[in-house]
Nanobody, 121 residues
């Protein structure tokens, strides 16, 4: 079955950086768009960034443009999210997902268990 396993979350101070990774198995990785989503307490899950199967197309939420970078390695079945200049409002649970659209949340069908990111001032 499809498994997505996130790693790299943790606590960091404002302005710091974290790199999230997601290891995928059980699917033809290059056939799927991959995305990162966040869910803050009491809020709905929202897309942060997405990348096409080839890596040629990316999408970023306005709130993270210029600070976050999504990348993938199809040889290793991994997708990463480099997060720089972190802000307290980036604090959330972050999920990796696989689907068939770079930017449409409803198109993502497989989900990881998530990893916590906490940004403190």
């Amino acid at each position: 079955q499809v498994q997505l396993v996130e790693s790299g979350g943790g606590s960091v101070q404002v302005g710091g950086s974290l790199r999230l990774s997601c290891a995928a198995s059980g699917l033809i990785f290059s056939n799927f768009a991959m995305g990162w989503f966040l869910q803050a307490p009491g809020k709905e899950r929202e897309i942060v960034a997405g990348i096409s199967g080839s890596g040629a197309t990316t999408y970023y939420a306005d709130s993270v443009k210029g600070r976050f970078t999504i990348s993938r390695d199809n040889a290793k079945n991994t997708v990463n999210l480099q997060m720089n200049s972190l802000k307290p409002e980036d604090t959330a649970f972050y999920y990796c997902a696989a689907g068939n659209s770079v930017s449409l949340p409803r198109a993502y069908t497989f989900w990881g268990q998530g990893t916590q990111v906490t940004v403190s001032s």
